[in-house]
């Protein structure tokens, strides 16, 4: 993966803001991936997207559609499933995770994907929790401090 080579500088905080967000999402490696999708897919035809975009024609006539992410959430997919939203319109998306989880790839699976990824890429929840213990940190300290803790 790309990310995993960018180089850790505080120069560049959005390449360290991808990297933190990379190292949570606990990818797993392209094989791991292609002997997931052979043992649940038998016989199937696997297309990698890393090796360049897929073309519509190979997408066209097909019933199904199997979307692998390595990690739990495909974060980065979106483009990938616009286009085979738009490439093969009445095949059945399915996605198999890194975490061998499988799931049907409906709206409603779409829109928790949505949510996921963003308090993901915005790490919201780790945000708002370290400025809670910022501010809840000084009345901590005077709590203990009158209990005589410290």
């Known amino acids: ?59 066209a006539g097909s019933s199904k559609v199997v979307l692998l992410y390595p990690d739990s959430i495909g974060l980065g997919y979106s483009a990938i499933e616009r286009a085979v939203a738009r490439d093969a319109p009445h095949a059945a998306v399915e996605v198999l995770n890194g975490r061998r989880r499988q799931f049907a790839f409906d709206r409603k699976a779409r829109w928790a994907l949505r949510f996921r990824r963003f308090l993901e890429w915005t790490m919201l929840i780790e945000c708002l929790a370290g400025v809670t213990l910022l501010l809840a940190t000084p009345f901590l300290l005077l709590f203990d401090f009158l209990r005589g803790k410290t």
């Open 1 to 59: 993966m790309r990310i995993r080579q960018l180089p850790t500088s505080f120069r560049n905080p959005f390449g360290l803001w991808m990297k933190a967000v990379w190292y949570k999402a606990n990818p797993r490696s392209s094989d791991y991936m292609k002997a997931r999708f052979a043992e649940c897919y038998p016989g199937s035809t696997f297309l990698n997207t890393g090796a360049g975009a897929i073309s519509a024609a190979a997408l």
